[in-house]
């Protein structure tokens, strides 16, 4: 019997349902385990390894030694800042990085035979007795290579320019002037001693099993002061591009998934009802009911075998091209997909035919033989309820096991459920509301909404799968176009990319001055005095010893001032003070308050230097700190700190090639620390370029499923209408009246379908950029005409393409065909 449906044409839509379903969810699933496989590797890269341990104070040797039994790689580093001086006159405030050998355990070290000169991959770090200085100190202490230089009570050879190290953006002690040299060389400088402010750093790289042992013999062996990175917490930003890409490409598998029972259950709604009246005969010839389910039961399962394999190669297929096309964006190559897409793809296959395609033909075997010789009697196909719950149940788990995110998943389904309760009542209202203009329109128009109204509930139900499929499609554009641009605001072209700190009062004109002079686009300069919350409405707050790092404890804080709300804050609770009050208040940031356990009109006892300060919360505020804009997490009015010693700090930017700028800046200023982040800058921006890269992939992919399910639901009613062109034909009607009245009809479909997709679109973005994905929702206006145009041009061009036959093919054909 599949031999010859398949002859006659009977399972094309199906198999091609079928297999384009599973190669879409098996294809998206390979191809975003692959990719976030790669993306976590060259995320790893930032911190130099997979797994960093970060500590004031040195770390205790059998940590490494643990993880060497485990076979996982280990290096250190020591960053710390210190005068490097080449004689009694130049001398430069630089950050010092002394790094073990084997590292880089992750990424790439790169130095230059010359200052500025191309950069070339390193095997290692620096020799013993040598260091790499950055380029710009050649020029402020007046060495060349060969010449030697001293940190502390150590001399070295200049053997090389530093250019980039992969853990540069780690803190800012290694952002300013840099200096590598061997971490055995650390004791000769006698630089390091008791008190002294370093960032010991020790690196572990491995495999993912091997990780995870060592992450849990490691956790509860953690003391004060010591902390266990990874991308997520090493690079704040770089992790919230990735969490929010991750999400992106869960929910466009997702949507696949859902896509994919949509077409397939219109695909087998469609093959049984084809297959009713061949039922009926066998029937009539004696086949039970019992016999005609067993039999279209195996069928089923072959076809569901031989479909889901050709979807697995053909979605095996589709994440290779992609990585063709994309692996030379990727610095890193990806590994395996392993067994798991796969899986998905043979559940979603079996679970779609049991849940889609089974229920439908199972109620063949109920079909009467009596259609043999009776034609009007009605088809025993129609879904119940039950078929509709069935298939809710069916998608809400698969989704729910794709994306394990009950938020992105309830966003989803509310999503479908707004355009399935108000499609039917707007399409039944708007489709019966045509009967008046259909009465005193011309021949096409009458033609066409007469179609309208004969089949007006089939009708209803086709505009809210086409609402369905439009309105997924619509919400991944949406947060596509979101995510990208939240990610272009954040890092424009002129990020800043350098910071100044300890800029004394009378140096405030002077460096405000110097950046004018040379064209520098800065921020404002904001005042800055470091201080420490002691006490919460008159309760003392332990100390992190006594604490440990979670829950309310005593912090220390940058404090600034302002009579304004800053540029970037938004608040939350309270509300901002007049201009020029004296009055002891303070604003805090979101989560340093929650870290508190503060809240407005909660007293704060502070501790400013060895004076004490007492103040009331007058708001909180939240910050973006993937910004690169100077944030504070206590902002006060000018008055209240006013008797406080201030040094003052700003951000600024500055091309690659204005870089000598911060030579006279320094020579002018010594005392000042500029911290540069370019680096960083750049490898967000690379980073994020990728992952919008992979974005525009998966939502090609996604567009095709969308297509399929536009594509069946059109096929899903062709047969009636070319039933009734035919008919037209027979009587003389002309091709453009046909076709035109065809037109119309999927027209007026596609324009109903759209609107209410576009309505359920924007609903279903909002909850998941404020709920799932933690973003601003910003109101498209492009979104209506787009909407609405997409499916009057979809529909009515899928329609007249798939009914073309009837005016190609003589009318007897066609019939003699249905």
């Not at 300890?502 to 001055?513: C, K, L, R, S, Y």
């Not at 950046?515 to 919460?536: C, H, T, W």
């Not at 320094?666 to 982040?677: A, K, L, S």
């Not at 027979?730 to 209410?756: K, Q, S, W």
């Amino acid at each position: 019997m599949l031999a010859r449906d398949w002859r006659g044409g009977e399972l094309g839509i199906l198999v091609a349902a079928l297999v384009l379903a599973v190669a879409v969810v098996t294809g998206i699933s390979a191809f975003t385990t692959r990719l976030q496989s790669a993306l976590e590797q060259e995320s790893h890269r930032f911190l130099a390894a997979d797994l960093v341990v970060r500590s004031g104070r040195d770390i205790p040797a059998q940590w490494a030694g643990r993880a060497e039994s485990l076979s996982l790689s280990t290096a250190r580093t020591l960053s710390f800042p210190s005068m490097v001086y080449a004689g009694d006159e130049a001398m430069v405030l630089a950050s010092v990085k002394a790094v073990s050998g084997g590292y880089p355990l992750r990424g790439e070290l790169t130095f230059s035979e010359q200052p500025f000169g191309p950069a070339r991959p390193a095997a290692g770090g620096p020799a013993p007795g040598t260091v790499w200085l950055d380029s710009r100190l050649f020029a402020l202490l007046d060495v060349a290579i060969g010449d030697r230089v001293g940190i502390g009570e150590a001399t070295f050879e200049v053997v090389a320019a530093a250019r980039t190290e992969p853990d540069q953006a780690a803190g800012f002690y290694s952002m300013g002037p840099r200096v590598l040299m061997h971490y055995d060389d650390i004791p000769a400088t006698g630089v390091v001693q008791p008190g002294s402010r370093v960032e010991y750093r020790q690196l572990y790289a491995g495999e993912p099993a091997a990780r995870e042992a060592f992450e849990a013999w490691l956790k509860p062996r953690l003391e004060s002061g010591q902390r266990l990175l990874d991308v997520e917490q090493g690079q704040p930003g770089i992790g919230g591009a990735l969490d929010r890409a991750e999400r992106f490409l869960l929910l466009a598998g997702s949507l696949a998934v859902v896509l994919a029972g949509v077409a397939i259950a219109l695909a087998a709604r469609r093959f049984s009802e084809r297959h009713t009246d061949y039922v009926a005969i066998m029937k009539s010839l004696g086949a039970s009911s019992g016999a005609i389910n067993r039999l279209y039961g195996k069928s089923l399962l072959i076809l569901g075998l031989v479909a889901t394999g050709l979807g697995c190669v053909a979605g095996w297929g589709i994440q290779s091209v992609f990585f063709s096309l994309f692996g030379d964006q990727l610095p890193v190559t990806p590994g395996p997909a392993g067994p798991r897409p796969y899986a998905v793809g043979f559940a979603t296959a079996f679970t779609c035919l049991l849940c889609f395609a089974w229920p439908p033909l199972r109620r063949l075997g109920q079909a009467s033989p009596l259609r043999v010789l009776r034609r009007d009697m009605p088809r025993e196909s129609r879904r119940t309820l039950g078929d509709y719950l069935l298939g809710l149940v069916a998608v809400t788990a698969l989704m729910w096991w794709y994306s394990g995110d009950w938020r992105l998943t309830g966003a989803v389904l509310l999503g479908l459920a707004i355009t399935i309760v108000l499609g039917m009542g707007l399409a039944l209202t708007l489709l019966r509301g045509g009967r008046l203009v259909g009465m005193s329109a011309g021949s096409i128009w009458r033609l066409a909404l007469a179609g309208l109204q004969r089949r007006g509930a089939a009708n209803a139900l086709q505009v809210v799968i086409f609402a369905m499929a439009i309105m997924l499609l619509l919400v991944l554009v949406l947060v596509r176009t979101s995510l990208i641009r939240e990610w272009q605001a954040q890092l424009p072209a002129d990020t800043p990319n350098h910071f100044m700190l300890n800029i004394a009062p009378q140096e405030v004109q002077d460096v405000e001055q110097m950046l004018r002079a040379n064209s520098v686009p800065s921020e404002a300069i904001y005042p800055m005095i470091r201080g420490r919350v002691m006490s919460v409405n008159g309760v003392d707050l332990p100390t992190r010893e006594d604490a440990g790092e979670e829950g309310p404890r005593q912090r220390g804080a940058n404090f600034t001032w302002s009579d304004t709300v800053p540029a970037g804050n938004k608040l939350v609770a309270g509300q901002w003070w007049s201009a020029g009050t004296g009055e002891a208040l303070v604003s805090l940031e979101e989560e340093f308050a929650e870290r508190l356990g503060a809240t407005v009109g909660d007293r704060l006892g502070l501790l400013v230097g060895a004076r004490p300060l007492e103040v009331t919360v007058a708001s909180v505020r939240k910050l973006d700190w993937q910004s690169f804009q100077p944030n504070f997490f206590m902002v006060f009015p000018p008055r209240v700190l006013a008797d406080f010693q201030a040094t003052f700090m700003t951000s600024f930017h500055l091309d690659p090639t204005e870089k000598p700028f911060l030579n006279e800046f320094i020579r002018r200023f010594p005392t000042i620390t500029v911290i540069e982040m370019d680096v960083v800058v750049e490898q967000v921006r690379a980073i994020v370029d990728q992952v919008s890269a992979a974005i525009e992939l998966v939502l090609a992919v996604i567009l095709a499923a969308g297509s399929l399910v536009l594509v069946a639901g059109v096929q899903a009613s062709v047969d009636a209408r070319m039933h009734e062109s035919s008919i037209l034909r027979a009587l003389g009607a002309r091709r453009n009246l046909i076709l035109g009245g065809l037109a119309i009809e999927f027209a007026a479909l596609g324009l109903f379908a759209g609107l209410l997709a576009t309505v359920a679109a924007e609903f279903s973005v909002y909850v998941l950029q404020v709920w799932v994905m933690d973003m601003r929702y910003v109101p498209s206006p492009w979104l209506w005409p787009t909407g609405i145009v997409l499916g009057v041009v979809l529909i009515a061009g899928l329609g007249v393409y798939s009914c073309r036959k009837v005016v190609a093919s003589p009318p007897l054909a066609v019939l003699r065909e249905l």
